[in-house]
């Protein structure tokens, strides 16, 4: 599909040959960006870089678009999108399976999940996780990080109920006998604050420093990365420019998202941004920045595991190499 593709662009890219320098200087670059779920705060720097004209400076055209059935790693491995969102668990199995995508930027610096549950549950540490039922989502790391946690604190992973919530948010969950689940604080966990429901959370980094990963990372294919360098440069030059918008101008990031998608709940957005403000860039000399180290932590665990099909060279899995130089 990809060679009939190629085939039938050949003759527009022939004429375009033809045409003079002014007018190629006018044409926009066009990409595509595919979000990992839904927009949410996440995403904050790509709104940013698109509605204050970062993208337009730099000659690009960024469409974004939300994964549907298949999943942002596949669509950017396939050419359908240049760049996508993805995380370090999803980016390490694809890395695995043969599929030739890298991450070219950490959208977080550190892991903000955790597993959380409603405070009257009584849940204040991973050993307390012993005899209450679990609510996950059908991955098979899930089990293997609640028993991180757990033999890191004393407790038997085999002492949980584990059940499959399917698309059940925390919300639902909890409401249905389930006691904990997987969030990420940074949206659930305000959502929760501001909703007055206030939960206990075991973050993961805080009880094993292997799974402090990067979550959520932006990825690119191997093959676009080497065709087109300065076009990858350019974009993430515009995104580390919205990103850092979002970190000086927390509000005003939330109003443009907000605006951009007025389905999300205004008052969230607001709060979530506040928090992730403090987290895009954290303790990294600029945003966006990635260590091997934390590559390599990671895969090891998931070797450890037997969660891993074939090692990965953690090396091969990262770049810095797009993001524009110098600390933000």
Not at 194 to 222: F, H, M
Request: charged share 25%; hydrophobic share 35%; proline share 5%.
């Amino acid at each position: 599909m990809r060679k009939k593709w190629l085939s039938l662009m050949l003759p527009p890219l022939i004429l375009a040959g033809c045409a003079t320098g002014a007018e190629e200087e006018k044409k926009e670059k066009e990409l595509t960006v595919v979000l990992d779920w839904t927009p949410n705060t996440n995403h904050t720097g790509l709104y940013v870089a698109s509605k204050k004209g970062y993208f337009a400076k730099k000659g690009l055209k960024v469409r974004i678009i939300q994964p549907g059935e298949t999943g942002a790693e596949q669509l950017v491995a396939s050419g359908r999108a240049q760049f996508g969102v993805s995380g370090q668990e999803a980016l390490t199995n694809a890395r695995a399976s043969g599929v030739k995508i890298k991450a070219v930027a950490a959208i977080i610096q550190h892991n903000t999940s955790g597993f959380a549950s409603p405070k009257n549950r009584d849940i204040r540490s991973p050993q307390d996780y012993e005899g209450k039922t679990y609510g996950g989502y059908g991955g098979p790391i899930e089990k293997s990080m609640i028993g991180a946690l757990m033999k890191s604190d004393g407790g038997d992973v085999e002492q949980v109920d584990i059940k499959n919530i399917g698309s059940a948010d925390y919300f639902t969950a909890v409401k249905k006998g389930i006691d904990f689940t997987w969030i990420y604080y940074g949206w659930t966990g305000v959502e929760a604050e501001l909703r007055g429901e206030p939960l206990n959370i075991q973050y993961v980094k805080d009880y094993a420093k292997e799974l402090d990963y990067y979550t959520p990372v932006l990825v690119s294919s191997e093959s676009y990365l080497k065709q087109d360098p300065e076009t990858a440069k350019a974009f993430l030059s515009a995104v580390s420019e919205g990103y850092t918008y979002a970190i000086d101008h927390p509000e005003d990031a939330a109003r443009i998202l907000s605006k951009a998608e007025p389905t999300l709940d205004a008052k969230l957005v607001e709060k979530s941004q506040e928090y992730l403000a403090k987290e895009y860039q954290a303790d990294a000399p600029r945003w966006g920045e990635m260590k091997t180290s934390v590559y390599k932590a990671f895969s090891d665990w998931l070797a450890k595991e037997k969660l891993l099909k074939t090692p990965v060279d953690p090396e091969s899995m990262y770049t810095n190499d797009f993001l524009p130089k110098g600390a933000n």
